[in-house]
């Protein structure tokens, strides 16, 4: 399905004349207080985060699933979802795929598919995870840090299978997660597990295309309880040193143990010139996939302005590419998705908008006061005026949500797939 224009646009009016009145007060404002508004729309406006292919259905736990109507049942389908978000939000240009759950079978007819909706693909995902249908070995002891040298091989294998495929797409870079590690002490070798580990990452890495990059995830804990391979952001950033110059860490919100100083982490990193990539999520207690922004708005502002700060300071950092990875059990994946982005671009806003000079003044002073009140004054405006003019002014809508449910877009999906099909993925 796609999103027609005139639709939109009818659907936009009502509404228009409260936003110009808002987005006047807000502007006016924020021009007195020295902020170049129209600089900032076009950040806002610019500002893309890739949505993975298998956030489209219904997700699951591990006690059970309960299937969404209208699900994607085809790659294809997948497209057209991520197709409709970005449509109405103007922000969602790229895709980001899984192999094997996502493999192309028409090549052209994907990339024109997704062309036709303005998107790109973004990073692609292997999965050493899970076994596979047919797979001639089991994953069960480990995947690129196994001890069995016919089951690292097949890792690697799928991996550079994965830049294969991810090439004919226009993918420039590869995300490995691994879920290697252990559930009990004593199960395995801590420095043999890791020393494998970087054979295996050095071999992938050698095997990219030479414009390709290499994203190392790292978790604490989940699928195994006692030990993870590549768990924090040391170790990931140590693999990624010992590949070479285009190998960064990734940072997933949710794979941080409690309390974790996330924006300190991505500050660093951003200093180092390697945090190459980023996935959005919100958690109260572990890696919870929640919807971005929905349990820690404060936290997710205080990291967008290191990243600011880094985007604005660190060349030797390259552009991250963002990424949502949620999941969606109980609310509609897209409406899910569409507060996900929302949520994003609001903290990205509030953190563009942190006076960093006074910011530098107040902390050479050691002024600590006026330093949360600048923090707290930018996280405290009310950014929407901005986010709906940055959407507006793509195209996009000026209440995404609304827009969605007013233009019935779930009934249209149900009518087309019907009730009962079923995503691939989690
Ligand atoms: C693992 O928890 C992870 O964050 C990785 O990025 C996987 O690719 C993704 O989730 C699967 O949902
Ligand atoms: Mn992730």
Redesign the pocket.
Known sequence: MHIQKDALQSVNTAGLDRHEAEFAFLADRLTADGVDVEALVGDLADFQVAI?S??LGA?GTRFGRFSFHGEPGSLEQKIDDVGVLHALTRAAGAVSL?IPWDTPTDYAAVKERAAGHGLSFDAI?S?T?QDQAGAARSYKHGSLSATDEAVRRQAIDHNLEVIEIGGRLGSKSL?V?L?DGTTFPGQRNFQRSLTQTEDSLRQIYAGMPADWKLYI?Y?PY?PNFYSTVIQDWGTSFMLANACGERAYT?V?L??HLPNSNIEQIVSTLMLKGKLGGF?F?DSKYG?D?LTVGSIKPYALFLIFTELVFGMRNNPQNPDPAW?I?A?HNVKDPLEDLVQSLEAIREAYAKALLVDQESLAAAQADHDVVTCQELLQDAYRTDVRPLLQCARLNRGGALHPLRAYRQLGVRETLIRERGKNTVAT??
């Open positions: 993975p298998w956030a997700g899984h995902n999965n995870f995300t997660w879920a995830e978790k989940e990734l997933d949710g794979h996935h999520n890696d996939d990424m990875d999941s993925g989690l």
